[in-house]
């Protein structure tokens, strides 16, 4: 690990999902955006969204990761690629002493996640898993907990719904048309910013959205989850029943220290809510209980020939990217760990594991 | 013109809804009655088998109310009853179950779920009915309270909401009872939950659809918390206590108040039962239905089946609970 006083050196690798975690960790001054790179054998589709973006900030890309590690003495690498290849890319950065920013979900395959965890447990690199864990209403109730307001966390459940579409809705496919491909969907998705996982593997919005909740309750209780027990169903969209993953999910958690949580994650459709989705906290605790809109503090913005899909309430103050950066050149200048750092990455994926496996089965399953 | 009675409300309650009841003269004495409400029965110490004289005012009968017990108690004369409307908190003691579930429509006994007519969540049925949002796929729910105010009536009236909204009974079952308390006082209430700590249960029927229902009753004394939200295929709703409260400010901490449903969903019940009693009458004289209309959706009244589902989801729970297990439900 590089231990340096000039502002940490970032590598965008594979910048082809979404650009916010890259554009999040540019926003603080500590980091600067040095370069972009890629493997030489991605798709040409890749290739172009990596230059885009190395375009727009006046960088350069290379097409060879660990090159661009060496020739452009690279502190940071900020891994937002297709969701199969996380770890991978961050198990490349973590060989080279690179501190890593990286997207959820941490992976998708579990043998995946432990060579990363096990690379990164070798070195003195700093690992933040992307959460939302700054935003203004989750730390607000952050620091209820911490004050002992509630007194002993109890319960925990959490909402976490977005209200986007994703192609058609289920059962809008003919008889004899053929099954929505993933990745040719999701590629199309793009350009209104609708696209969720890309990527050759299809994966199911617990898995790719349920780090959001998971990591709320991790951060509030710190506790481990024991016992799962899931419910799980494509309920929305035809991509998500071609390809069967699903797009609506209820959780059951039991916690250490006798702590109860669910969760509730779906990507519910664009009619289904006004603003993007309900995202709520009720957490329960001894002395008191609490329940959080996340979305606090919005404003009502409503207005003739407005279109549809904008948001009729705005969050407002909202740091989230920014904190979480600050938390990053932190942990790296302090040598301290990440808000949500690759421990808490595996538990909460062994937790979605879990809780696939259950749903599948119908019965509780114990997180190992 | 009905005459109604309902024997131990509250005066103010009662006053509230003369000027909102049509077709309805709210009398003091069920003996003056044509039709009774027992909207808040508390008769802890009834006996099963003088239930049915009990629920059962008779125009000409005998009656005593003994104060001490609360217990109200008449001479049971074929023929000569009136029409009954008895809500769930008759519920609350499990001995009276089967007996409760033996009597029917026919005896002249309507078993109505006020919580049901509440008009959010009629608006919210009569939104599902019309297909707005599509097939439900997951209901979500949290009753919170405190541990003085929390009743079994409370988590009935629920329970029986969640099977109303998702189309009836689930497949299975998991209920995690925090407090670990599941054992009760008598050997009546052994498999049935305790309203004691906090119970998560978790229902999921055959169709992928679930429903997350949070009891609680952990809160410090003082007013409690509901809020529901159900997520079709197209659509969703959204009720929660958290978006109906306004602002008061009385210096230091503000403080919030919730508007409350409370009377519209009594009136919106007790007419569809004076209407149902109305067109009894008219039927009976040969005279065409003239009721008030009053709009409350056709599927939200209760039958005893409705019941018995509620009564053994909560019985399942509480065996879940007890077990660790997930359980099937049973088809009796």
């Given at each position: 690990m590089r231990q340096?006083?000039?502002?940490?050196?970032c590598?965008?690798?594979s910048?082809i999902?979404?650009d916010?975690?890259?554009?999040?960790?540019?926003?603080?001054?500590?980091?600067?955006?040095?370069?972009?790179a890629d493997?030489?054998d991605q798709?040409q589709?890749?290739?172009?969204?990596n230059?885009?973006?190395?375009?727009?900030?006046?960088?350069?890309?290379?097409?060879?990761?660990e090159?661009?590690?060496?020739?452009?003495?690279?502190d940071v690498?900020?891994v937002s690629?297709?969701?199969?290849?996380h770890c991978?890319?961050?198990?490349?950065?973590?060989?080279a002493?690179?501190?890593?920013?990286q997207?959820k979900?941490i992976?998708?395959?579990?043998?995946?996640?432990?060579?990363?965890?096990?690379?990164?447990?070798k070195?003195?690199?700093?690992?933040?898993?992307w959460?939302?864990?700054?935003?203004p209403?989750?730390?607000?109730?952050?620091r209820?907990v911490?004050?002992?307001?509630?007194?002993?966390?109890?319960?925990?459940h959490?909402?976490?719904?977005f209200?986007?579409?994703?192609?058609?809705?289920?059962g809008s496919?003919?008889?004899?048309?053929?099954?929505?491909?993933?990745l040719?969907?999701?590629?199309?998705?793009?350009v209104?910013?609708?696209?969720?996982?890309?990527g050759?593997?299809p994966?199911?919005?617990?898995?790719n959205?349920?780090?959001y909740?998971?990591?709320?309750?991790?951060?509030?209780?710190?506790?481990?989850?024991?016992?799962?027990?899931?419910?799980?169903?494509t309920?929305?969209h035809?991509?998500?029943?071609?390809?069967?993953?699903?797009?609506l999910?209820?959780?059951?958690?039991?916690?250490q220290d006798?702590?109860i949580?669910?969760?509730?994650?779906?990507?519910?459709?664009?009619?289904?809510?006004p603003s993007?989705?309900?995202?709520?906290l009720?957490?329960?605790?001894?002395?008191?209980?609490?329940?959080v809109?996340?979305?606090s503090?919005d404003v009502?913005?409503?207005?003739?020939n407005q279109?549809?899909?904008?948001?009729?309430?705005?969050?407002?103050?909202?740091?989230?990217?920014l904190?979480?950066?600050?938390?990053?050149?932190?942990?790296i200048?302090?040598?301290t760990s990440?808000?949500?750092?690759?421990?808490d990455?595996?538990?909460i994926?062994?937790?979605?594991?879990?809780?696939?496996?259950s749903a599948a089965?119908?019965?509780p399953v114990?997180?190992v | 013109?009905?005459?109604?009675?309902?024997?131990?409300?509250?005066?103010?309650?009662?006053?509230?809804?003369?000027?909102?009841?049509h077709?309805?003269?709210?009398?003091?004495?069920?003996s003056?009655?044509d039709a009774?409400?027992?909207?808040?029965?508390?008769f802890?110490?009834v006996?099963?088998?003088?239930?049915?004289?009990?629920?059962?005012?008779?125009?000409d009968?005998q009656?005593q109310r003994d104060?001490?017990k609360?217990t109200?108690?008449a001479?049971?004369?074929?023929?000569?009853?009136?029409?009954?409307?008895?809500?769930?908190s008759?519920?609350?003691d499990t001995?009276?179950?089967s007996?409760?579930?033996?009597l029917?429509a026919?005896?002249?006994?309507?078993?109505?779920?006020?919580?049901?007519?509440?008009?959010?969540?009629?608006?919210i049925r009569?939104?599902l009915?019309?297909?707005?949002?599509g097939?439900p796929?997951?209901?979500?729910?949290h009753?919170w309270?405190?541990?003085?105010?929390?009743?079994?009536?409370?988590w009935?009236?629920?329970?029986?909401v969640?099977l109303?909204?998702?189309g009836g009974p689930p497949?299975?079952?998991?209920?995690?009872?925090?407090?670990?308390?599941t054992?009760t006082?008598?050997p009546?209430?052994?498999?049935?939950?305790t309203?004691r700590?906090?119970?998560?249960?978790h229902c999921?029927?055959?169709?992928?659809?679930s429903?997350?229902v949070?009891f609680?009753?952990?809160?410090?004394e003082?007013e409690?918390y509901?809020?529901?939200?159900?997520?079709?295929?197209?659509?969703a709703?959204y009720?929660d206590?958290?978006?109906?409260?306004?602002l008061?400010?009385?210096g230091?901490?503000?403080?919030t108040?919730?508007?409350?449903e409370?009377?519209?969903?009594m009136t919106?019940?007790?007419?569809q039962f004076?209407?149902?009693?109305?067109?009894t009458?008219?039927?009976?004289?040969?005279?065409?239905?003239t009721?008030?209309?009053?709009?409350?959706?056709p599927?939200?009244?209760?039958?005893?089946e409705?019941w018995?589902?509620?009564l053994?989801l909560l019985?399942?729970?509480?065996?879940?609970?007890a077990s660790?297990t997930?359980?099937?439900?049973?088809?009796e």
């Amino acid at each position: 690990m590089r231990q340096v006083d000039r502002p940490l050196r970032c590598a965008v690798l594979s910048v082809i999902k979404h650009d916010y975690v890259a554009r999040g960790i540019a926003s603080h001054p500590e980091f600067q955006l040095t370069v972009v790179a890629d493997d030489a054998d991605q798709p040409q589709w890749a290739h172009e969204r990596n230059q885009q973006f190395a375009d727009e900030f006046g960088i350069p890309y290379v097409r060879d990761v660990e090159q661009a590690f060496r020739d452009w003495q690279v502190d940071v690498a900020i891994v937002s690629s297709a969701a199969e290849r996380h770890c991978e890319l961050s198990i490349k950065a973590a060989r080279a002493g690179v501190h890593i920013v990286q997207d959820k979900p941490i992976g998708t395959r579990p043998e995946d996640v432990r060579q990363l965890v096990h690379e990164i447990s070798k070195t003195d690199v700093r690992f933040l898993l992307w959460n939302r864990n700054f935003f203004p209403a989750v730390q607000h109730a952050a620091r209820k907990v911490a004050d002992g307001s509630l007194g002993d966390i109890r319960a925990i459940h959490v909402d976490f719904y977005f209200a986007k579409d994703a192609g058609p809705p289920r059962g809008s496919r003919k008889p004899g048309y053929p099954p929505i491909d993933w990745l040719a969907y999701q590629l199309g998705a793009h350009v209104d910013g609708s696209d969720g996982a890309v990527g050759h593997d299809p994966i199911g919005e617990l898995t790719n959205e349920g780090i959001y909740p998971l990591g709320y309750m991790r951060l509030l209780t710190g506790r481990d989850v024991r016992r799962v027990y899931a419910s799980t169903t494509t309920h929305f969209h035809q991509v998500n029943d071609d390809n069967g993953v699903e797009d609506l999910a209820s959780v059951t958690l039991e916690m250490q220290d006798g702590i109860i949580g669910t969760i509730a994650v779906g990507r519910i459709g664009a009619s289904s809510h006004p603003s993007g989705g309900e995202i709520k906290l009720h957490i329960v605790g001894s002395r008191g209980a609490m329940v959080v809109n996340e979305a606090s503090p919005d404003v009502g913005i409503y207005y003739r020939n407005q279109p549809p899909k904008e948001a009729r309430r705005r969050r407002v103050a909202n740091e989230n990217d920014l904190l979480l950066a600050d938390d990053f050149a932190r942990a790296i200048r302090r040598n301290t760990s990440t808000i949500l750092n690759e421990r808490d990455g595996h538990h909460i994926f062994r937790v979605i594991e879990a809780a696939l496996q259950s749903a599948a089965a119908g019965q509780p399953v114990d997180v190992v | 013109m009905i005459s109604l009675a309902l024997p131990g409300s509250d005066p103010e309650l009662c006053r509230a809804l003369e000027c909102r009841l049509h077709n309805t003269l709210i009398v003091e004495s069920p003996s003056d009655a044509d039709a009774v409400a027992l909207i808040a029965p508390q008769f802890p110490e009834v006996q099963v088998q003088n239930l049915r004289g009990m629920y059962h005012y008779q125009r000409d009968g005998q009656h005593q109310r003994d104060g001490q017990k609360g217990t109200l108690t008449a001479e049971s004369q074929p023929g000569l009853a009136v029409p009954l409307l008895v809500t769930p908190s008759a519920f609350a003691d499990t001995s009276h179950w089967s007996q409760l579930l033996r009597l029917s429509a026919d005896d002249g006994i309507q078993f109505l779920n006020p919580r049901r007519y509440a008009p959010s969540l009629q608006l919210i049925r009569r939104q599902l009915d019309a297909q707005c949002f599509g097939e439900p796929g997951l209901l979500r729910l949290h009753r919170w309270q405190s541990e003085r105010l929390t009743t079994t009536t409370e988590w009935l009236s629920d329970l029986d909401v969640v099977l109303w909204l998702m189309g009836g009974p689930p497949d299975s079952i998991l209920c995690i009872d925090q407090s670990n308390r599941t054992a009760t006082n008598s050997p009546a209430d052994q498999n049935v939950l305790t309203v004691r700590g906090t119970k998560q249960i978790h229902c999921r029927w055959s169709n992928g659809a679930s429903a997350l229902v949070d009891f609680c009753d952990q809160l410090p004394e003082g007013e409690g918390y509901f809020s529901m939200t159900l997520i079709g295929s197209s659509g969703a709703a959204y009720l929660d206590d958290h978006s109906n409260r306004q602002l008061v400010f009385t210096g230091g901490n503000v403080q919030t108040s919730l508007d409350d449903e409370h009377i519209p969903a009594m009136t919106n019940m007790l007419q569809q039962f004076v209407d149902s009693v109305a067109t009894t009458c008219r039927e009976s004289s040969g005279h065409a239905d003239t009721g008030s209309r009053r709009s409350v959706e056709p599927t939200t009244q209760n039958d005893t089946e409705t019941w018995h589902d509620v009564l053994t989801l909560l019985q399942l729970a509480a065996e879940s609970a007890a077990s660790g297990t997930v359980i099937s439900w049973r088809t009796e």
